[in-house]
């Protein structure tokens, strides 16, 4: 499977601030995806992040709230803009290797909002 | 879109025991099912999965098994261990393809 790095992997962030989040595969893949795990909960889909185009969100999340970059097959990135605490979540990057339906997910980055 | 729901919430069982999770899911387009694990602080890793055209799959204490037309897919754990302790969640794709829907999570406790 990918490697897949993340980071960082925890910050703590004030209010009304905006924090980027990175997401780097070792090899190049068609399907990146942001999640979203809040404490003590499922996995939630934020959006697709789509190569060369405007990234696919789900009903929920929109872009201005979390704008996402995917500048080639190897690497995204997720903002989380204007936080307040309910952003509190660990934020997950994961890939589908080309042609594979499997899902490998990076290690996460905690994010609390103080 | 697909809905997926997963029991029990948490589950107890003595090491050696077996261990089972159930899911059902609402799209029946769905047609690949993984099964992830979770330990406390570490990303989800994917255990083992199902696709449609099977009913069944095991990897040494493992197994999956799918019921398609009852829409539902359970887990099971043999012989279980210390280690096996964790959250685990079920997944389904929907019409969608790749675009994973998760079930709730079920964390399991075993007891040496």
């Known amino acids: 499977s990918a490697v897949i790095s993340q980071k960082p992997s925890r910050d703590i962030c004030q209010r009304g601030t905006s924090l980027t989040i990175q997401c780097q595969v070792d090899?190049?893949?068609?399907?990146m995806f942001w999640y979203r795990q809040q404490p003590g909960q499922s996995l939630t889909l934020i959006a697709t992040a789509n190569q060369g185009s405007e990234a696919t969100y789900e009903s929920g999340f929109v872009i201005d709230k979390f704008p996402i970059s995917r500048p080639n097959l190897t690497f995204s990135t997720l903002t989380v803009s204007n936080m307040s605490p309910e952003d509190s979540s660990i934020y997950l990057c994961?890939?589908?290797?080309?042609?594979?339906?499997?899902?490998?997910f990076g290690p996460g980055t905690r994010l609390t909002v103080t | 879109g697909e809905n997926v729901e997963q029991h029990p919430s948490t589950l107890s069982v003595q090491e050696g025991d077996s261990a089972v999770i159930k899911c059902t899911y609402s799209?029946?387009?769905?047609?690949?099912f993984p099964w992830y694990k979770q330990e406390l602080g570490k990303r989800p890793q994917l255990i083992i999965d199902?696709?449609?055209?099977?009913g069944e799959k095991k990897d040494q204490r493992i197994a999956v098994t799918l019921n398609k037309t009852a829409k539902h897919f359970s887990l099971h754990i043999t012989e279980t261990q210390p280690e096996d302790s964790a959250v685990y969640f079920c997944a389904a794709p929907g019409a969608a393809g790749n675009k994973l829907t998760f079930g709730g999570g079920t964390r399991v406790l075993v007891k040496p």
């Open positions: 799209d029946s387009a769905s047609n690949y």
């Open positions: 994961s890939v589908a290797p080309t042609g594979r339906e499997e899902q490998y």
């Open positions: 090899s190049q893949v068609t399907m």
């Open positions: 199902i696709r449609s055209n099977v």
